[in-house]
């Protein structure tokens, strides 16, 4: 969906969510890829003339728009996810000097059964910041009971994860929390600052994981961040952040000094 102004912008967005919480829970185990608040990029793995009826509906969908000059749709066929992405010609960086991102896994009865709800908070991010990047989930993943690994038992039965991004991070992470106050994080993109991680990133899982991790590790060597049975200090907001980096900067050269030192005394 194309930005020509505010207004007709926000309203074809608007219907966009309706016609995407309405379709996305009935969509078969075919379908999966990335969505945002004005776009998706789906891939379906099948015969193509099974993915038509789809096409078709979201077609009528743009055809029945005020603003429907606005909206593009288009479908292309490939051999492969890897033929799609290009057969690896590019990626994505690896990581950035800053970026800020938090995740929150939306149940599929939270869609099915509450659709006015699902809109609505979409459109509380799209007027909260308006940057996501989503995943559109099911699938195999729905198929494994919710002990059987460590991931958070909330992704067994998510359809959507969304993902937020850019200045206002951190109100929209707020708004997904009191939304979906029962759910999880993803935990590949997990808010660095989550302030109930435990629950967040392994809910019901996580007492099972940390009895683990005290079997195998009862020194706590691979203390690491938020990870299970982290132990260490708290960052509660990008100051406390920042300031928690400049302080282990700060450090650094006591740290050298330091070692140094105990290897002249070694060498001695």
């Known amino acids: 969906i194309a930005y020509e102004d505010g207004e007709s912008f926000a309203a074809t967005c608007e219907s966009f969510w309706s016609k995407w919480v309405d379709v996305s829970p009935s969509l078969s185990d075919n379908w999966g890829g990335y969505w945002?608040?004005?776009?998706?990029?789906?891939?379906?793995?099948?015969?193509?003339?099974?993915?038509?009826?789809?096409?078709?509906?979201?077609?009528?969908?743009?055809?029945?728009?005020?603003?429907s000059d606005l909206v593009t749709l288009s479908d292309t066929q490939y051999t492969s996810y890897w033929n799609a992405r290009d057969e690896g010609a590019s990626t994505d960086e690896t990581g950035y000097?800053?970026?800020?991102?938090?995740?929150?896994?939306?149940?599929?009865?939270?869609?099915?059964?509450?659709?006015?709800?699902?809109?609505?908070l979409l459109k509380d991010l799209f007027n909260a910041g308006f940057y996501t990047f989503n995943y559109f989930l099911g699938g195999a993943t729905a198929a494994v009971t919710a002990t059987a690994t460590s991931m958070h038992p909330s992704a067994r039965d998510a359809l959507w994860q969304i993902e937020v991004?850019?200045?206002n991070w951190e109100d929209m992470m707020d708004i997904l929390r009191n939304a979906l106050p029962d759910s999880g994080s993803g935990y590949n993109h997990g808010a660095r600052n989550e302030?109930?991680?435990?629950?967040?990133?392994?809910?019901?899982?996580?007492?099972?994981?940390?009895?683990?991790?005290?079997?195998?590790?009862?020194n706590n060597t691979l203390n690491c961040w938020h990870c299970v049975g982290y132990e260490g200090e708290e960052i509660n907001d990008d100051s406390d952040l920042e300031a928690s980096a400049a302080a282990r900067v700060a450090l650094m050269p006591l740290i050298v000094a330091i070692a140094v030192l105990l290897l002249q005394v070694g060498r001695s």
């Open 36 to 67: 945002t608040l004005n776009s998706f990029f789906l891939y379906y793995e099948g015969d193509p003339t099974d993915a038509q009826p789809f096409i078709d509906d979201m077609q009528s969908w743009k055809t029945s728009q005020e603003f």
């Open 165 to 167: 991004v850019g200045d």
């Open 97 to 120: 000097d800053s970026f800020s991102i938090g995740s929150r896994l939306v149940p599929l009865d939270f869609v099915s059964n509450s659709p006015e709800s699902a809109v609505a």
């Open 195 to 218: 302030p109930l991680w435990r629950d967040a990133f392994w809910g019901s899982n996580y007492d099972r994981l940390l009895e683990i991790k005290t079997q195998l590790d009862p």
